[in-house]
């Protein structure tokens, strides 16, 4: 059985910015998506797994808005992150991961 390989989408959103969507900031496969992820962790950005939300955003290109059928489980994955930062600023527990109520339209 071949190994999967890994996959990273970057997304970049100005929290406040009601003005745009998050966009598709960088994205790769294999050796690509490990240097995403080593970035992310060298910045101190939040990571997220979501395989099927990955798929979903990995056939946008670069720089392109995500369709607004996307942002109800990209809304989630942010609100994650934020309550994430929060605990850690307390020093709380961290929040668990939602759990998506529908399935993400496919590209």
């Known amino acids: 059985m ?3 390989r890994r996959r990273a989408v970057a997304l970049k959103y ?3 910015d ?3 969507a998050p966009r598709v900031l960088a994205k790769g496969q294999g050796a690509i998506a490990d240097k995403i992820l080593e970035l ?3 910045k101190g950005v939040p990571l997220y797994e979501d395989k099927e939300l990955v ?3 990995g ?3 670069v720089g392109t808005e995500i369709a607004p ?3 109800q489980a990209v809304a989630e994955v942010l609100i994650f992150i934020y309550k994430m930062n929060q605990k850690k600023k307390a020093g709380g527990p961290l929040p668990k991961a939602p759990v998506r109520l529908k399935n993400l339209p496919h590209a």
């Open 40 to 42: 992310a962790r060298e």
């Open 69 to 71: 059928e996307l942002y």
């Open 18 to 20: 009601r003005s745009s």
């Open 14 to 16: 100005q929290l406040g």
């Open 55 to 57: 798929e979903v955003l």
């Open 2 to 4: 071949a190994e999967e």
């Open 59 to 61: 056939q946008l290109d």
